[in-house]
């Protein structure tokens, strides 16, 4: 079975500051790695993904994660975060692009 | 930029009723997918289609149907709702399998069961 866990449910952060937010995951094979933002009302936005290759994933918006397979962990960082920035994260691990298990998410407040 | 629109995009209904949900892929993109999040809770595979053919079952209940139009669109049927089915529903859409993870998701329907 797959499973996702981001133990961080809420994170506030200062502007300028860098974040990072935590996921681990549980799944039998390599998996497929994704992490979404969701701003309110709106839909998912794809931030980046990880199938193989190089365990440093860039993404959009400034953000990165790191693939370590011997922790299980797929954390995302950013290193100077923005307003505009703040929203609920979800990562997701799957067999595929769309089978996807999400986290609980973390929601991120943006403090001036 | 045309991105997954979906609409209704708020609806309201009693128990027991029927509603539907349409959602308009990305022009050109080929396969759509349903997902369906509760209150708090995250995201929750339903169904896909590919070229009007459903490709994948995920957690639909028996009660929820679908399918994919000629023109690609979608529709997803819930019938004899509950109240557990109230949830913001969202539709997404990829080009085949050409790109894997571009997924384009649209901006949802929230349906309230009352």
């Known amino acids: 079975a797959q499973s996702v866990t981001q133990p961080d449910i809420h994170i506030t952060v200062s502007e300028g500051a860098s974040l990072e937010l935590r996921c681990n995951y549980s799944?039998?094979?390599?998996?497929?790695l994704f992490w979404y933002v969701q701003s309110p009302g709106q839909g998912l936005q794809l931030l980046l993904k990880?199938?193989?290759?190089?365990?440093l994933v860039q993404g959009i918006k400034g953000f990165e994660a790191e693939f370590k397979r011997s922790q299980s962990s797929f954390n995302l960082r950013k290193p100077s975060v923005h307003w505009s920035d703040a929203a609920e994260y979800f990562c997701a691990v799957g067999p595929n692009d769309y089978k996807l298990s999400f986290g609980a998410g973390t929601t991120v407040t943006v403090r001036a | 930029a045309a991105g997954v629109i979906q609409s209704p995009r708020h609806l309201i209904k009693e128990k027991r009723e029927t509603a539907t949900l349409k959602c308009y892929p990305i022009p050109r993109h080929d396969t759509v997918y349903w997902y369906q999040q509760g209150p708090g809770q995250d995201p929750q595979f339903l169904i896909s289609f590919y070229e009007k053919m459903q490709s994948d079952k995920g957690s639909i209940p028996d009660r929820f149907s679908a399918q994919q139009f000629s023109d690609y669109h979608s529709e997803l049927n819930m019938s004899s709702l509950e109240l557990g089915d109230s949830a913001l529903y969202f539709c997404?859409?990829?080009?085949?399998?050409?790109?894997?993870?571009?997924?384009?998701f649209g901006e949802g329907s929230r349906l309230t069961v009352l």
């Open positions: 799944y039998g094979a390599t998996p497929y």
């Open positions: 997404a859409s990829s080009l085949g399998r050409s790109v894997p993870g571009e997924l384009f």
């Open positions: 990880y199938f193989s290759g190089d365990t």
